[in-house]
């Protein structure tokens, strides 16, 4: 990138050295093109009255015109021969001139040349001496300008000494800039490497406020992600493992205990049959639960549809009622109509259904659970509110954590796992809802979730 911007600049320094000399010098060659072509105009149509083109004629019209100190002079006749020569030093006055713009000036033709060659400008101009339509002859100035050739050579020279100077700047900066670039980027794929290496307490240091620097802030930030996930990730792993270890040494403690027992009696087995029952649907609800949030987990797209929330709310309190009965919980329920929302059925289920469950297994006997359903202003609201055994504030912020249990001792008599409120909250947040949970500890807790209302008009058929 360095060596493109060095080369970019030079190309422009380049250009700068070249056209504004290429300027001035034009300008500068026209501006004495039109003078000297003009004074030589003026000499050929004054000779073309004269009788003939002798040293006397010509000298008597120079005199006249004035024009002698206008550069060097020389008039030819139509064979080529000089007539006239006005410098003293090198006078060609009877000799042949072949001088290129001569003979091009005796063929009828007005010339004009110009040359710089750094130290003096040059300029060259002919025109015919014109008799009855034919060339009689022709007048020729030759002058040099070495005031002018030195002003361009000192405009060369301050714009060869300013480019150098940027040049040596632009190298300079190039470089350091190019280093210092350099470096940071070094540092910033080092973090990087580190985090893909697994990593993930590496923090890059990237000083400055630029783009290098939000990025190394980004590297950081998704490193904290990173070991964020990787400690959710082996708690779950541990918290999985645990949970699915309690009920198989269960197992096979009481499988143990009817091959190792001679003689059980019948009653005896039975009951042992029965709690390995017990466990093994323990087992299969955890699985169950498993499977859904690593579902959810892996974002697998469900179909949505408007979805009734009344009817949900209906099948799940129908499906709870002997569970509410056993533990002498009343389930009442306020529930509008056209509370739709934009979402999954089954997933709208299991969200309901955990919530009213949750409610019930950790109500106190003889206790409530209240549902409202009601539609306002565009968003459809669901609230749980049950008069339990309630949350500890400090807890009230973990609930939705996996495997997070308030009372562990009591979860595992009720058969929670820890996942139900990490599956609601993973299912409302997909459908784009809010869930907010307020709870006092010994009075009950209150679980309130907030969807966009949906149109009733694509609700599902299976509804």
């Not at 073309?48 to 002698?68: C, M, P, Q």
């Not at 064979?79 to 713009?101: C, F, H, M």
């Given at each position: 990138m360095a060596l493109s911007y060095i080369a970019i600049i030079a190309g422009m320094l380049v250009l700068l050295n070249v056209y504004p000399t290429y300027v001035n010098q034009n300008f500068i060659?026209?501006?004495?093109?039109?003078?000297?072509?003009?004074?030589?105009?003026?000499?050929?149509?004054?000779?073309?009255?004269?009788?003939?083109?002798?040293?006397?004629?010509?000298?008597?019209?120079?005199?006249?015109?004035?024009?002698?100190?206008?550069?060097?002079?020389?008039?030819?006749?139509?064979?080529?021969?000089?007539?006239?020569?006005?410098?003293?030093?090198?006078?060609?006055?009877?000799?042949?001139?072949?001088?290129?713009?001569?003979?091009?000036?005796?063929?009828?033709?007005?010339?004009?040349?110009?040359?710089?060659?750094?130290?003096?400008?040059?300029?060259?101009?002919?025109?015919?001496?014109?008799?009855?339509?034919?060339?009689?002859?022709?007048?020729?100035?030759?002058?040099?300008?070495?005031?002018?050739?030195?002003?361009?050579?000192?405009?060369?020279?301050?714009?060869?000494?300013?480019?150098?100077?940027?040049?040596?700047?632009v190298v300079l900066l190039s470089i350091g800039l190019s280093m210092m670039f350099g470096r940071r980027i070094a540092k910033l794929l080092r973090g990087i490497r580190k985090v893909r290496e697994g990593d993930y307490g590496h923090r890059v240091d990237i000083p400055g406020d630029d783009e290098l620097s939000d990025l190394g802030n980004e590297l950081n930030e998704l490193s904290i992600r990173f070991e964020q996930v990787e400690s959710m990730r082996q708690r779950f792993v541990s918290d999985a493992s645990h949970e699915l270890k309690t009920p198989l040494a269960s197992v096979k403690i009481l499988a143990d205990s009817i091959m190792q027992t001679d003689n059980m009696p019948p009653e005896m087995v039975k009951e042992f049959v029965g709690d390995i029952g017990d466990e093994i649907n323990r087992l299969t609800r955890l699985t169950e639960k498993l499977l859904k949030i690593t579902r959810l987990d892996a974002d697998i797209q469900s179909e949505v549809s408007a979805v009734d929330l009344k009817g949900i709310v209906i099948r799940a309190e129908h499906m709870l009622e002997p569970l509410a009965k056993e533990s002498s919980v009343t389930i009442q329920t306020e529930l509008e109509e056209g509370c739709f929302i934009e979402a999954n059925r089954d997933d709208c289920y299991q969200i309901v259904f955990n919530l009213m469950e949750n409610a019930v297994k950790y109500n106190k006997i003889g206790g409530k659970v209240s549902v409202y359903l009601f539609k306002k202003e565009g968003q459809v609201t669901l609230i749980v509110n049950d008069t339990g055994i309630g949350i500890p504030e400090e807890d009230v912020g973990r609930v939705f954590d996996r495997f997070y249990r308030v009372d562990k001792a009591r979860s595992r008599e009720a058969g929670g796992s820890g996942l139900g409120l990490a599956i609601v909250e993973n299912a409302v947040t997909r459908f784009g809802g809010k869930i907010e949970i307020s709870s006092k500890l010994g009075e009950g807790t209150r679980i309130s979730l907030t969807f966009a209302a949906a149109d009733p008009g694509k609700e599902d058929s299976d509804a």
């Open positions: 060659f026209r501006s004495k093109q039109d003078t000297l072509l003009d004074r030589v105009s003026l000499i050929t149509s004054t000779l073309s009255g004269v009788d003939a083109l002798n040293v006397e004629n010509v000298k008597r019209v120079v005199e006249i015109l004035d024009v002698e100190d206008s550069g060097r002079i020389i008039v030819v006749d139509e064979n080529l021969r000089a007539v006239y020569d006005n410098s003293v030093s090198e006078n060609v006055t009877g000799k042949l001139i072949l001088l290129q713009e001569i003979r091009y000036a005796v063929e009828g033709n007005d010339v004009f040349s110009a040359n710089y060659s750094g130290n003096e400008l040059s300029f060259k101009s002919a025109a015919p001496v014109m008799l009855s339509g034919n060339a009689i002859g022709a007048v020729y100035i030759y002058e040099t300008d070495e005031e002018q050739a030195a002003l361009l050579a000192d405009i060369q020279s301050n714009l060869r000494n300013i480019s150098l100077i940027v040049m040596i700047v």
